[in-house]
DNA sequence: CAAAGCGATAGGAAAACCCGATGATAAAGC
DNA sequence: GCTTTATCATCGGGTTTTCCTATCGCTTTG
């Protein structure tokens, strides 16, 4: 049954019979059989089936619910036993957005220092593909925004708050300041972050509240090409400072605090809601509770 | 796999794999070695094993806890598509105190008639027993009191509050009264609830408050018991007022309110807590909040 | 209109499952 | 102290289920 239930999840997210079967080892008679033998047992129709892959009914959405559910809790147990078996151990996928990646780090090593048998993937995301991942058991947790834009049902704890800094060369006209403000930035020519990114959102939303548009000469999805623009081409980026400092030192290049002119973001750890959680999970979010830094704490 | 965690389910339950064996339909080999499938699966002993069965190890009861979630999410999946298949229908467990059982007939015919296919068993239970029902999935809902103990990871639904009452013969002392105070009652022999049953623990609170101790000559588990006494022995049993004037109907009895000192207990719907809520629990809840008394809702 | 892609079906081999019978061990009875 | 009983594990078999290879039928594409 729980077999099964797999197969549907395979299917619904390779929307292909072939390549969900090649995923879940078997062959395709195979993976054909096992969905129609849930369908019987189900007594519904669960796949829109011409001779194509035609999309799950909506009774087909709504199991799929409960798979995810289901294959998620049954691999959680193997997960939790296997951690009595050989203390804290098993493999973690962390999923987390660019500018929270010196947190993760940091949140990895301490956590491998304590439970040496515990390996982590560590994946660089967009916020909301990190809840994707997180409703589709593809990672077992992240490093996101915890406020402003809606979590889905998950467990969190803060980690630290973004203070934006302006990283430039120091031969940029406005590397001497001690601070800028957000209107100061309207003409510069900036490397930023992909409009798709929460942490550009943000930045967008301040920069309109100055009144002033920000010029993005260069758009990507990782601060290191950002950096690097920054250093060859003489422009500047916006980055949270910890961040900036992180990426900028070596380099020869100012990081000058902006002005805030709200509330700075918060940022933390974030999983999958459950009831039973796993003991994994658990020290995973205690340590996350022992190395935030205080004024993540505090609500705004 | 998930046939595995049924055979654990019914093992811990039946604390027996002759009879856990026959509950599900199978033979004593045939658990024996699921169970060991399970173990190997898992790679961890469940059960304490010795030519007795020795309950489970630590991490089996750890194990149960999933198996119980995973175990009852498959059924409710089972249980949704066969109410799209046939409209709402299936069979509800509801696991009720005794005062509120006419309260349950109430829900149940309701139900049924917006929803002819659904069928219903109405267990008479105690407080804590409800709560375990709903955890061994034995009960999909239950009616009981919702402050006063702790509940477990349910939702809940208020329907109405227990105003207490006096139920005696005409003949009685206190019959001819308006209304009577706690106080009045310390010399009164009564019928009451067993003490195991948390109404009776409320009635003793209200006692104690009132510096008098209750006098109880005849305790029962159903408050049909407790009316008969009242009836052919002349003493008297303190009911909820709805719950007395129903049972009291046509026996020539007198319901006489009783002075309220403390909040009235609310009586609710509960039902273990779930992600994906199943539609019928869904209409139940919803049902209940159309049905529940103006005053239940007010939060003391 | 031929070719390719995709999913369903058929048939046979392999594996898993389940049962009855039997074995082993510890508690209970005499 | 020995026998009996209760209880769970193991074994050998027949049956069912599962899974793979090969193939078919339909649809889309060039």
Redesign the pocket.
Known sequence: MI?QLEMLLALAKE?????A?EKL?????????????LEEHLGVKL?Q?????GGLTPEGQRALVWARQIVGDSRRLRDEMRSVREGLSGHLRLAVIPTALTWAARLTTEFAQAHPNVSFTVLSRSSVEILELLENLDADAGLSYLDNEPLGRVNSAPLYREHFALVCRTDHPLAARDRVAWSDLGDTPLSLLTPDMQNRRILNRNFMEAGVAPQARVESGSTIVLVASVIDGGQATILPEDHARFLATGHGLSVVPIDETRGAPSVGLIAPFQDPQTPVLTALFRLAGRIATPESAVTT
Do not use: C, D, N
């Open positions: 077999k929307q292909h019979f072939g390549r079967a080892g078997i062959t395709q008679p195979s993976l054909s059989s096992g969905i129609k033998q796949v089936r011409g001779s194509r892959y």
